[in-house]
């Protein structure tokens, strides 16, 4: 999971053998996930290398909603594949029959966690076999099989641990570098990045496809092909969706609180219920998919559950995050913003109401989802879709905030440069924060901003400031 909300599933192998957490740069990519730029020094048994890296913050979890999140601060990207073992379980292990182990291939392996995320190797259960059978130990994201598929001492070769270190020059020079780029902070030129092929063809998706539709801005989602087929997953779906129900039922105030948050949606427009059947579905569009959900509780907010659709929940090799573009980063830098916030002396803070759901899109029937309102009655779940873009989506966060900056463009006949100039570039993606001199235009600013942006769709509540007179 990247900061941004995006998930992806995937493999990884837990080696007690490296000093480091390697993410594939594919996968790292998938999830947006970006961090500066520096080379990494590897030692093996084979020798030294070096390797154009990011340093990038993550998190990890298992599949199952039990299994707790797991910080990874620091995991360096890599270009190459890990070289590790298949795991094929054998049918003659009997005692690791009922824990179903997927056998996995070397080349689906996209995360290699080393040492320095220790949490991740803690083991708090273990099942063995005989002393020659590999052995399973519950990690913190489930089972995991330690061990090797032969003891064929007959062979020539045989696999090694490898040990990764990190260079202490590359870190003196990365110091050095920090510092002039912090002693030129302000004085140097600071000229874009150049679009890459596939944001210039994301940023033509998000020009043509807009257009404002009841107060609201509708924007396609950003398909990697306008040929796009997605295999029907509804029966693996339903499985999901049954476990789910087992949840709920194992707490009456988690499915009263879980319902709650989705009749809402419902309430709301953001949801639709759908009549035609799951094989017209298909018939009709092919990129036809359903999502499933789980249930998240911040404990920081008691009472509450956050719906988490999983766009990347995996089905035949392929999700809807797989299909999409991650699109252009609109999101403005939190450094610029934090460093404008402190000019003057009065400020004003607000956050934008439920952004991404204040977006429609045309592809609602890539969002769709199982459930049953009243779920005394027999049959099975309806099917419901999504119509809005979703947190979680990999597009969603360049949707949101395109239609928030084209709220602002289309509206700059209506209103000052200073409230076009702060939409802009004063949002943190769903969090305005700004300065000014004094309590009389800040008061202005914050009625001219609800107004502006409810032109959009878009409310701006939980208004704060430092000063009584705003």
């Not at 990697?224 to 509804?234: D, E, G």
Request: proline share 4%; charged share 20%.
């Amino acid at each position: 999971m990247g900061q941004t909300g995006r998930i992806k599933e995937t493999f990884a192998l837990l080696d007690s053998g490296s000093d480091v957490t390697l993410i594939q740069s594919s996968l790292a990519d998938e999830l947006c996930l970006k961090g500066k730029k520096q080379t990494l020094d590897m030692t093996t048994l084979s020798g030294n290398s070096k390797h154009s890296s990011q340093k990038v913050h993550l998190q990890i979890k298992g599949v199952a909603p039990e299994f707790k999140t797991v910080q990874v601060k620091g995991s360096w990207t890599y270009n190459g594949a890990f070289k590790c073992k298949s795991q094929h379980v054998d049918p003659k292990w009997k005692h690791l029959a009922h824990l179903n182990l997927p056998d996995v291939g070397s080349s689906q392996i996209q995360l290699l966690i080393g040492l320095d995320t220790p949490q991740a190797h803690l083991q708090e259960d273990a099942i063995s076999g005989d002393s020659r059978q590999p052995y399973a130990v519950m990690t913190p994201f489930g089972w995991s099989l330690i061990g090797t598929s032969t003891h064929d001492d007959r062979s020539h070769t045989t696999q090694a641990h490898v040990n990764f270190i990190i260079s202490q020059d590359q870190s003196l020079q990365d110091q050095i570098e920090h510092f002039w780029k912090t002693e030129s902070f302000g004085t140097k030129h600071n000229l874009k990045e150049a679009i890459s092929v596939v944001d210039r063809k994301a940023k033509t998706i998000l020009d043509e496809t807009t257009t404002l539709v009841d107060g609201h801005y509708q924007i396609d989602m950003l398909w990697k092909s306008n040929n796009t087929q997605l295999p029907n997953n509804y029966p693996y779906t339903r499985k999901r969706n049954n476990l789910l129900m087992k949840k709920l039922d194992r707490s009456n105030q988690f499915e009263e609180m879980y319902s709650k948050t989705l009749n809402q949606y419902i309430d709301k427009g953001y949801v639709t219920k759908v009549t035609d059947s799951v094989s017209s579905d298909y018939e009709n569009n092919p990129r036809t998919w359903y999502i499933p959900h789980h249930g998240v509780q911040n404990p920081n907010k008691p009472g509450k559950v956050h719906v988490v659709f999983d766009a990347a929940d995996s089905y035949k090799g392929t999700s809807l995050n797989d299909n999409l573009m991650c699109g252009p980063d609109l999101v403005n830098s939190l450094f610029g913003i934090l460093q404008r916030f402190r000019l003057y002396g009065i400020v004003i803070a607000a956050d934008m109401e439920a952004m991404y759901h204040q977006v429609p899109e045309h592809d609602s029937h890539s969002l769709q989802f199982l459930w049953k309102v009243n779920r005394c009655e027999p049959g099975p779940p309806d099917i419901y879709k999504m119509g809005v873009h979703i947190f979680g989506a990999t597009d969603s966060t360049a949707c949101a905030n395109y239609a928030v900056k084209r709220t602002a463009l289309d509206n700059a006949d209506q209103f000052s440069p200073v409230v076009i100039h702060t939409v802009l570039h004063h949002f943190y993606v769903n969090e305005l924060l700004k300065s000014v001199k004094l309590p009389s235009p800040a008061t202005e600013l914050s009625r001219d901003m609800t107004t502006l942006m409810e032109k959009g769709g878009f409310h701006l509540h939980k208004w704060i400031s430092n000063s009584s007179e705003v």
